[in-house]
């Protein structure tokens, strides 16, 4: 056979769009006629075509009258076939399958693709134009579409298909990029020991707090509940394992540890890790202190022990005791290690903490106590308040303590030495040598213009009533902006008046607005395309310095042309 291995091609007359069926249906057939069946005479095609078409479509070709010489030709079949079937298309619904056409999880050029197929049946006079505005609103990512939208009127279906491929194609790169990275997950956490400040007795109490921890470290932990049991680990309290019916052996008991009651100090929650922080929310104060930093780190150089000093230390008598701190300006309050208290030997008891300690990072850090240590330095002998922290860290010296004890000295200003035989500069210098920058309100150069749509009708808004309190102030602020050049009175007719809006700022002035609603409506604005961070971090590569300036009173920089100004009339 002429068609062996070939696919038959079969005509489904119950499809709810006959015109693509029947096009598909046509191409199918074509490709076969074309090929094996080329050499066939035209009587054999029709033949063919009129087994393809199935039972339905012979009951059409039934209905037909045709000539001796019409029943001969094959294109005459095929346009009857295509009479029949293009009453049956429906536009509408092709536009309402074009208009909610989202692109999903499909590639742009997958899209597109489908969007095409679909405007074939929409009769569309600019094609082009539909599948540009399908693509903006049914695009899968938010940067594409702010990219296409910033394009404005100028944007074409080419150009947008190349921003949209450009964008896909680029987080292509970057996903394929950050596959190769080398992976950046802690595995293990290496808690540092710091001898200098450890005794033989805070390392055993330190014991569970100088393990390695594998695993990602969570820094917000919580308290746990005063009784916890798990058949598993055993009784949160005494460590053993027992009936929940059993009465606990920790009941009653008191830990040797933190010297509460009803646990035992080998499970004793007292014993807090170094990298566990618990969060503390009995203070009676909501007042917070900031501890910019507890932890020591020493870096070695060139392998001969030579420390990189890239941190202050001062040496400070406490209780007739030499105790080496760390200076750390970020710090609000002195902080002294549990194991550094003890061996002081401090008579007196440690009182409840009455603020909360913050770390850098937000997390709370909890306190044992607060007291005051005669402490000395030089000249300087005075009693500071040391807040006691259960940690291995070295002690610190707060701000303020180190300015008491003049260890540090701030500079809020600095001089200028001038090298030339003319005076220093100075603020008074400055505003007489360039006394026209600081008159008035600075103007940008030019007048904006502002163009109109004459065909929306001008709108006149009834004044807006003022609040008496506000009065007073209001005249004078108008006042003010009158003698500024700012504002001007008018007192002929206008085309345009806009209602008066007054806010009452935070330092009790007022600012003087206006709300333009109805003359925003009427503005015909020009297009500009808005760039992205995308854009312009690739220009920023090579700059060294950056400058944020705030323009004050920023509109009252740009003036108006005199045409433009009538439409700004209060």
């Not at 594409?144 to 680029?170: C, P």
């Not at 070295?394 to 090298?419: A, F, N, R």
């Not at 297009?527 to 950056?546: K, V």
Request: hydrophobic share 30%; net charge positive; proline share 5%.
């Amino acid at each position: 056979m002429d068609l062996n291995g070939v696919p038959q091609p079969q005509m489904n007359w119950d499809s709810t769009n006959l015109v693509d069926t029947w096009k598909k249906f046509k191409q199918h057939v074509g490709l076969i006629l074309d090929g094996p069946l080329a050499e066939k005479d035209e009587k054999v095609k029709i033949t063919y075509l009129l087994l393809w078409v199935g039972e339905k479509g012979r009951d059409i070709y039934n209905t037909w009258q045709l000539s001796e010489d019409d029943a001969k030709k094959l294109s005459v079949h095929f346009d009857k076939f295509l009479t029949y079937v293009q009453p049956k298309q429906n536009s509408l619904l092709a536009r309402c399958k074009f208009r909610y056409e989202t692109q999903s999880s499909d590639t742009v050029e997958q899209f597109i693709t489908r969007l095409k197929l679909i405007a074939k049946d929409c009769n569309f006079k600019d094609t082009d134009e539909m599948i540009r505005d399908s693509l903006i609103f049914g695009t899968s990512s938010p940067k594409v579409k702010e990219k296409l939208l910033n394009e404005g009127d100028t944007l074409t279906l080419e150009k947008a298909i190349q921003i949209a491929q450009a964008f896909e194609y680029s987080q292509g790169q970057l996903k394929e990029m950050k596959n190769l990275e080398p992976s950046t997950v802690v595995h293990e956490l290496n808690l540092p020991r710091h001898s200098q400040y450890n005794s033989a007795s805070s390392r055993k109490n330190h014991k569970t707090s100088d393990r390695t921890r594998t695993g990602p470290v969570n820094q917000n932990r919580v308290k746990v509940e005063p009784h916890r049991y798990s058949s598993q680990q055993g009784c949160g309290n005494c460590g053993r394992r027992h009936s929940k019916h059993e009465e606990c052996p920790a009941k009653g008991k008191k830990c040797n540890s933190c010297q509460k009651w009803n646990h035992f100090a080998q499970v004793c929650r007292s014993k807090q890790r170094v990298d566990e922080v618990v969060l503390d929310t009995d203070s009676d104060s909501d007042q917070e202190f900031f501890i910019d930093c507890i932890n020591e780190h020493n870096t070695f150089i060139n392998d001969k022990n030579k420390v990189k000093r890239d941190q202050a230390f001062a040496t400070i008598t406490v209780c007739s005791k030499p105790i080496k701190f760390k200076l750390d300006t970020g710090s609000q309050v002195n902080i002294l290690p549990k194991h550094i208290f003890e061996s002081l030997k401090f008579n007196g008891t440690l009182k409840k903490s009455p603020r909360i300690l913050t770390a850098y990072n937000g997390n709370a850090l909890p306190s044992l106590g607060v007291c005051c240590l005669p402490c000395e330095h030089g000249s300087v002998n005075s009693k500071l308040e040391f807040y006691c922290l259960d940690t291995n860290s070295p002690p610190i010296l707060g701000m303020q303590s180190c300015l008491d004890y003049e260890l540090i000295k701030l500079v809020y200003s600095t001089e200028t030495t001038c090298t030339s035989d003319s005076d220093p500069m100075t603020k008074s210098s400055v505003l007489k040598d360039y006394s026209d920058i600081f008159k008035g309100v600075g103007l940008v150069s030019g007048k904006a213009t502002i163009h109109i749509d004459s065909e929306v009708p001008p709108v006149v808004h009834p004044p807006r009533r003022v609040p008496v309190a506000l009065r007073g102030r209001l005249k004078s602020e108008l006042d003010r902006m009158v003698n500024a050049d700012i504002i001007c009175k008018v007192n002929g007719p206008t085309p345009w008046v806009n209602s008066l809006v007054v806010v009452e700022k935070p330092n009790g002035k007022l600012r003087v607005c206006l709300d333009p609603k109805d003359l925003n409506s009427a503005i015909q604005r020009p297009h500009y395309p808005m760039r992205t961070l995308e854009d312009i971090l690739p220009q920023l590569s090579n700059a060294h310095y950056f400058t944020k300036l705030d323009v004050r009173s920023g509109y009252w920089t740009i003036s108006l042309d005199e045409p433009s100004s009538y439409f700004y009339y209060l």
